[in-house]
């Protein structure tokens, strides 16, 4: 029981307001066909889920909208460095300070400032924040509500990618509902300030994900990348200074505000604060997401989370952050899962995306499916990009069916490494590093197909692909 | 133009939430589409005159987005992954098996206008692969057998 005093509110609670000790959660109290568990979980952004916590009654009684009454009453420059003691990055990919992308917000501005939650989930191997949106949306209302606090804005989006239209309404339905209450709107929580959320969907666009397009997309235009600098912190919507981060970012913000940096940066590794929920999928026996501490060796998430290889098979790669990422070999997967330990490997941490890959797969396959989405996706406007994508999923389209030549090969590397670094935005860096990875470490399997032989792990029968 | 109740309460809804009116398009266009089932002449027009846009900035905008559509579809979009998630899982079995039972290819609709089949990137699923989408519903954990049941549910449901 405690009492729990914050600005000129006093809060009595009927339950302990805070143990985070407790971070292990028993199973989930709903049996959820979607959820999975394993003891090596360390609970924080998924803690809530399963919990039934989309309902706000519900939220409140678990912890909810405690953390924005308290960063109400803390400095904008106190909360963004508990943000940035706390060690948390950038969980949607780029692995960058969250705290230090806030402090980059001018203080004064002559525009108004926003806060953009992105939710635009769509890179391959990533479904972690269909799970936050589904089971904890008030706590991305809260994180984007702290965020605001901290940089000085009125207003936050959050956007949700089109094919999530059922999460799309959860959020329509926690909004309302935290508007009903009088959490978010004019003077919320008698603090005197304004604040107002409001949700966004998109339409069906991997390259919305992209921070610049982002907004784009958010002005009702076409989802082409800005040129930057200037960059979204300083020039961002409607030309305002706009902090934009990953829904799983701003889901973990509410957790480092009750629960301390010093309690977040301790769950992860040096620099790499607290947990993430990692994506399983491919061919692995428990396919799922988990929440494991920063740094959870890759190994044991495979074998020991993850059930390990089904079908007697053996394991020939890992993507290990989304299909933008390098992939690891067998022999590679020994490493810590935090954003510096893989990248030192030769990958990156990405957006949790795991992806499992045996040894029936061809890679070859594996990376023209990975190129074909990305020319896919391509919004066209840069021509490294465009030419680059398309080129080389024509040559791999090719190579796979049987008329590969051995300068292919090469020049498949060859293009790929001339993508890198010369695009607007980091769609073409995303489809040049796992392209480069393929050939360099499977560059046997690449030569398995010269001299028209037919692809060998091809099932007899199997059709191509419905359309190029 | 007529749009639903329930259409105009949202656009309504919407477009203050935004310091310019041109914002709320993507949205519109893709709550339009659900009423309608795909952005027509008219639809295009409606919607340009009230965000104040000329029909060719809409045009503009609606090539882009994947899920939008300017030429009419089935009932139900069968929307099948194929992603390296799904792939690995036996997401293009799934496709031609799709393909097959409905007499159809990639962005075909069936002749008695109930399915249109799409070969779609990663829908979030990955977990649970290989998945589709039936127009905004989720089916996961896919196999042929599955995937049959699922079509004659649509099937089913539209002809009662």
New interface residues.
């Given amino acids: 029981m405690c009492n729990l005093v914050i600005g000129k509110l006093k809060i009595k609670t009927g339950v302990p307001v805070f143990n985070y000790s407790i971070t292990k959660l028993a199973n989930f109290p709903i049996p959820m066909a979607?959820l999975v568990s394993h003891p090596d979980e360390v609970r924080v952004v998924s803690r809530r889920f399963g919990q039934g916590a989309a309902n706000l009654d519900r939220y409140l009684e678990l912890d909810g909208y405690k953390a924005v009454q308290k960063a109400l009453a803390m400095e904008p420059d106190s909360i963004i460095n508990e943000v940035k003691n706390s060690g948390l990055r950038g969980r949607g990919g780029a692995g960058f300070s969250t705290g230090m992308k806030w402090s980059f917000v001018p203080k004064q501005s002559a525009k108004?400032k926003y806060v953009l939650c992105n939710g635009d989930?769509?890179?391959?191997?990533?479904?972690k924040?269909?799970l936050i949106f589904e089971h904890d949306p008030h706590s991305v209302i809260e994180g984007v509500m702290i965020g605001a606090l901290a940089v000085g804005a009125k207003s936050g989006y959050i956007y949700i990618?089109?094919?999530?239209?059922?999460l799309l309404e959860i959020m329509q339905k926690a909004i309302r509902d935290a508007y009903a209450k009088g959490f978010i709107g004019k003077n919320i929580f008698g603090s005197g300030r304004d604040l107002d959320i409001?949700w966004?969907?998109?339409?069906?666009?991997?390259e919305v994900g992209e921070e610049s397009a982002l907004m784009e997309?958010?002005?009702?235009?076409?989802?082409i990348p800005r040129i930057r600098p200037p960059f979204p912190a300083v020039v961002g919507l409607?030309g305002g200074p706009t902090v934009i981060n990953n829904a799983e970012t701003l889901a973990n913000v509410p957790h480092i505000i009750l629960g301390g940096a010093d309690w977040f940066a301790k769950l992860g590794t040096p620099k790499n604060g607290g947990t993430r929920l990692f994506?399983?999928?491919?061919?692995i026996a428990k396919?799922?997401?988990y929440e494991l501490p920063m740094g959870y060796n890759l190994k044991r998430m495979l074998y020991e989370v993850g059930g390990g290889i089904p079908n007697g098979r053996k394991l020939k790669a890992v993507?290990p952050g989304g299909?933008s990422c390098p992939c690891l070999t067998a022999e590679e997967v020994d490493v810590a899962m935090d954003f510096d330990s893989v990248a030192k490997a030769g990958s990156m941490l990405g957006s949790g995306?795991v992806?499992?890959?045996?040894d029936a797969?061809c890679i070859v396959?594996?990376a023209l499916?990975?190129m074909k989405?990305y020319q896919?996706?391509s919004?066209g406007w840069c021509i490294p990009c465009r030419e680059g994508t398309d080129w080389i999923k024509k040559t791999l389209m090719r190579f796979h069916a049987g008329g590969g030549m051995k300068k292919d090969i090469d020049n498949i590397q060859y293009l790929a490494e001339n993508m890198l670094g010369r695009t607007f935005c980091p769609l073409g860096d995303a489809a040049a590093m796992p392209t480069i990875a393929f050939v360099k470490k499977f560059r046997k399997e690449f030569e398995e197909h010269l001299d028209g032989r037919p692809c060998p792990y091809e099932k007899a029968g199997?059709?191509e692909?419905?359309?190029a | 133009m007529k749009f639903s109740d329930e259409f105009e309460a949202r656009f309504a809804e919407m477009v203050p939430h935004y310091p310019t009116k041109r914002s709320a398009l993507v949205p519109t266009l893709l709550y339009a589409q659900d009423e309608v089932g795909f952005l027509s002449d008219e639809v295009i027009a409606e919607i340009a005159s009230r965000l104040d846009l000329t029909e060719l900035e809409v045009r503009n905008v609606i090539s882009y987005y994947s899920m939008l559509t300017t030429k009419p579809r089935g009932k139900f979009n069968v929307q099948v992954c194929t992603n390296i998630s799904c792939m690995v899982r036996g997401g293009e079995d799934i496709l031609h098996h799709c393909a097959k039972k409905l007499g159809i290819g990639h962005k075909q609709t069936t002749p008695d206008g109930l399915f249109t089949l799409e070969e779609v990137e990663c829908i979030g699923a990955c977990s649970w692969a290989p998945a589709a989408q039936v127009n905004y519903d989720f089916h996961e954990n896919l196999t042929t057998e599955k995937m049959d049941r699922i079509l004659d549910e649509y099937k089913k449901k539209a002809t009662q």
């Fill in positions: 979607d108004p989930e769509s890179e391959p191997g990533t479904c924040d269909r990618r089109g094919e999530y239209r059922y409001y966004h969907g998109g339409a069906g666009a991997y997309s958010l002005e009702g235009k076409r989802g409607w994506c399983l999928s491919g061919n396919p799922g997401v993507v299909a995306g992806v499992v890959v045996d797969q396959k594996f499916r990975t989405f896919h996706e919004c199997a059709e692909l419905v359309h």
